[in-house]
């Protein structure tokens, strides 16, 4: 066997805790570690020689060695804001022992100055850059930066991941990636900032080719279209599904598929139904807010030319059931907001709305707004292992709010507390099962992971009787009401019953911090921040 000319060590960072997103206790439910893998490590490990070894740690299911970097000729890694202290603290640990470390990703893109200690920084698309970097590092190059020109990628050239690295037992789904960038122009938003306003796509063939490698490898069951707005090239999609379709039906389903969209999927039935045909079960939305007032000031007015609870429900109509963003903290908003979300989620029977508060990411429009207003907090970092905690839930305003802090918080407050109330998230399951119309390739119950299936039912089960018994009556009522009246409804609303085992604690711990953090400043503990000054 010839030996490797290079052994390229990637390191997933682990993501902060305390995460709306990291389904904890539903993972364990379920007999996995994380909800899901790497996609952009194994893309990049892709991209590598075929004359490297690559190895992968993903530090949300496993630890780092001290025999691992002993291993590694270079260590790759990098992340989104959540795993900026831990990419960090890898960095420094590859420094000290004398192990050349490459960053790269959505938070080395956006705040590169906070990565200097690194040997590389990759800047912007790997695509576009990564033969630059590789070839100075065989010329004997150990330390730059190389940045890639914005949105010119060629996501058709982008190899298919490297998924043999991965453990499928591991990870509640698997990742894939259609499409890069969204049309909208959001002001809060990052995406448009890292992968533009013009989607690029990649072919039907290209797609396919993925979807083949993960099923030739043995996997079967949920994959993720991690796409930020997988139909933001509503053309390209609708000329890719049908070949996605032909694909499902020729292997009996091996997948089922979810995604994240705007809100006007709903205008289009035919797109709905292709979904629908392809096994497309769910679909994260962002609404943000049923105020038009804050959705125009925030660039979002999509959202405000149809009814929002309609849109939701047609959704529904296509057997895809809807999980939901909002956000609260905006300069518009008004002392109704508690109110005005927590209906909308009611109304729209949307069981899992991921609601947080607003955080004015790196780059955005909203940012640099904020820091010529000198309202903007300097301080971005969440490099420091100790603090680094939480997500939007409980780490966001980091700015001087025009409400008073504790008004905001405390509505943020009363919409977890209510909308994550038990009877309150049962009942929208409920309603859930009632809407749904499941008499397309979705609504089969004997699918590709029934026998996962049978034992998240079996595990579930469990978990609700005896476990955790404040949950019992709401859980069997859900349960026998769903099998007699649709019974085709039965696997997502038993999806949407397992995540309520993260999500129900989650709020009691949400609660908790959010009334912590009221109490400091009402007691005068809380000191405002140091500002950006104003340009």
Same mark, same amino acid.
């Given at each position: 066997?010839?030996? !490797?000319?290079?052994?390229?060590?990637?390191?997933?960072?682990?993501?902060?805790?305390?995460?709306?997103?990291?389904?904890?206790?539903?993972?364990?439910?379920?007999?996995?570690?994380?909800?899901?893998?790497?996609?952009?490590?194994?893309?990049?490990?892709?991209?590598?020689?075929?004359?490297?070894?690559?190895?992968?740690?993903?530090?949300?299911?496993?630890?780092?060695?001290?025999?691992?970097?002993?291993?590694?000729?270079?260590?790759?890694?990098?992340?989104?804001?959540?795993?900026?202290?831990?990419?960090?603290?890898?960095?420094?640990?590859? +420094?000290?022992?004398?192990?050349?470390?490459? %960053?790269?990703?959505?938070?080395?893109?956006?705040?590169?100055?906070?990565? *200097?200690?690194?040997? #590389?920084?990759?800047?912007?698309?790997?695509?576009?850059?990564?033969?630059?970097?590789?070839?100075?590092?065989?010329?004997?190059?150990?330390?730059?930066?190389?940045?890639?020109?914005?949105?010119?990628?060629?996501?058709?050239?982008?190899?298919?991941?490297?998924?043999?690295?991965?453990?499928?037992?591991?990870?509640?789904? /698997?990742? %894939?990636?259609?499409?890069?960038?969204?049309? #909208?122009?959001?002001? &809060?938003?990052?995406?448009?900032?890292?992968?533009?306003?013009?989607?690029?796509?990649?072919?039907?063939?290209?797609?396919?080719?993925?979807?083949?490698?993960?099923?030739?490898?043995?996997?079967?069951?949920?994959?993720?279209? /991690?796409?930020?707005?997988?139909?933001?090239?509503?053309?390209?999609?609708?000329?890719?599904?049908?070949?996605?379709?032909?694909?499902?039906?020729?292997?009996?389903? !091996?997948?089922?598929?979810?995604?994240?969209?705007?809100?006007?999927?709903?205008?289009?039935?035919?797109?709905?139904?292709?979904?629908?045909?392809?096994?497309?079960?769910?679909?994260?939305?962002?609404?943000?807010?049923?105020?038009?007032?804050?959705?125009?000031?925030?660039?979002? $007015?999509?959202?405000?030319?149809?009814?929002?609870?309609?849109?939701?429900?047609?959704?529904?109509?296509?057997?895809?059931?809807?999980?939901?963003?909002?956000?609260?903290? &905006?300069?518009?908003?008004?002392?109704?907001?508690?109110?005005?979300?927590?209906?909308?989620?009611?109304?729209?029977?949307?069981? %899992?709305?991921?609601?947080?508060?607003?955080?004015?990411? !790196?780059?955005?429009?909203?940012?640099?707004?904020?820091?010529?207003?000198?309202?903007?907090?300097?301080? &971005?970092?969440?490099?420091?292992? *100790?603090?680094?905690?939480?997500?939007?839930?409980?780490?966001?305003?980091?700015?001087?709010? $025009?409400?008073?802090?504790?008004?905001?918080?405390?509505?943020?407050?009363?919409?977890?507390?209510?909308?994550?109330?038990?009877?309150?998230? #049962?009942?929208?399951?409920?309603?859930?099962? +009632?809407?749904?119309?499941?008499?397309?390739?979705?609504?089969?119950?004997?699918?590709?992971?029934?026998?996962?299936?049978?034992?998240?039912?079996?595990?579930?089960?469990?978990?609700?009787?005896?476990?955790?018994?404040?949950?019992?009556?709401?859980?069997?009522?859900?349960?026998?009401?769903?099998?007699?009246?649709? #019974?085709?409804?039965?696997?997502?609303?038993? *999806?949407?019953?397992?995540?309520?085992?993260?999500?129900?604690?989650?709020?009691?711990?949400?609660?908790?911090?959010?009334?912590?953090?009221?109490?400091?400043?009402?007691?005068?503990?809380?000191?405002? !921040?140091?500002?950006?000054?104003?340009?």
């Amino acid at each position: 066997m010839t030996e !490797p000319t290079c052994r390229a060590l990637l390191i997933h960072p682990r993501f902060m805790a305390g995460s709306f997103w990291n389904y904890g206790k539903t993972c364990e439910l379920v007999g996995a570690k994380y909800p899901a893998p790497p996609l952009g490590l194994i893309t990049v490990a892709a991209m590598l020689p075929e004359t490297w070894e690559a190895r992968l740690i993903d530090r949300n299911t496993a630890e780092l060695e001290d025999a691992d970097l002993e291993w590694a000729d270079i260590v790759l890694t990098g992340g989104m804001l959540p795993q900026q202290a831990d990419t960090l603290q890898i960095v420094r640990t590859c +420094r000290a022992k004398g192990i050349p470390v490459a %960053v790269g990703g959505p938070d080395p893109t956006t705040s590169p100055e906070l990565y *200097e200690e690194a040997d #590389f920084r990759i800047i912007g698309e790997a695509e576009g850059v990564i033969g630059e970097f590789l070839s100075a590092w065989e010329n004997g190059t150990r330390s730059g930066t190389f940045t890639a020109e914005k949105f010119k990628a060629d996501v058709t050239a982008t190899p298919a991941p490297r998924f043999d690295l991965l453990n499928f037992e591991n990870y509640v789904q /698997v990742s %894939v990636q259609f499409s890069r960038g969204c049309p #909208f122009t959001c002001e &809060f938003c990052d995406i448009i900032e890292l992968y533009g306003r013009k989607p690029r796509t990649k072919n039907a063939d290209q797609m396919l080719a993925e979807l083949d490698r993960l099923y030739a490898l043995g996997y079967r069951g949920h994959v993720d279209f /991690v796409d930020d707005n997988l139909i933001g090239n509503k053309k390209a999609v609708k000329a890719f599904l049908p070949h996605l379709i032909k694909w499902q039906k020729e292997r009996n389903y !091996p997948f089922e598929f979810s995604t994240e969209a705007s809100l006007n999927l709903a205008d289009d039935p035919e797109l709905l139904r292709l979904m629908q045909e392809a096994s497309f079960f769910s679909v994260f939305i962002g609404i943000e807010s049923p105020d038009p007032d804050v959705l125009v000031a925030t660039r979002k $007015k999509q959202n405000t030319r149809r009814d929002i609870a309609k849109s939701v429900h047609r959704i529904y109509d296509a057997g895809i059931w809807v999980l939901a963003g909002f956000i609260v903290g &905006f300069d518009e908003e008004n002392d109704r907001v508690a109110d005005e979300i927590s209906n909308l989620i009611e109304e729209a029977a949307i069981p %899992v709305a991921m609601t947080g508060l607003l955080y004015a990411l !790196p780059t955005t429009q909203l940012t640099r707004r904020l820091a010529r207003e000198g309202r903007l907090h300097a301080d &971005f970092g969440m490099d420091d292992p *100790e603090t680094a905690h939480g997500d939007q839930c409980t780490a966001g305003l980091n700015f001087q709010t $025009k409400r008073p802090r504790q008004e905001i918080l405390r509505d943020f407050r009363e919409i977890i507390a209510r909308v994550y109330a038990p009877e309150a998230y #049962f009942g929208r399951v409920r309603n859930v099962a +009632r809407m749904l119309k499941l008499d397309g390739a979705n609504g089969s119950i004997v699918s590709a992971g029934f026998s996962h299936d049978l034992k998240l039912f079996g595990r579930l089960i469990w978990s609700m009787t005896f476990t955790n018994k404040s949950y019992r009556w709401p859980f069997w009522r859900t349960l026998i009401g769903t099998a007699l009246t649709n #019974f085709r409804a039965i696997k997502p609303v038993l *999806e949407m019953m397992a995540l309520y085992v993260h999500l129900g604690p989650f709020s009691l711990f949400v609660v908790e911090q959010i009334d912590r953090q009221i109490e400091e400043i009402e007691s005068g503990s809380w000191t405002t !921040p140091e500002l950006v000054a104003a340009e």
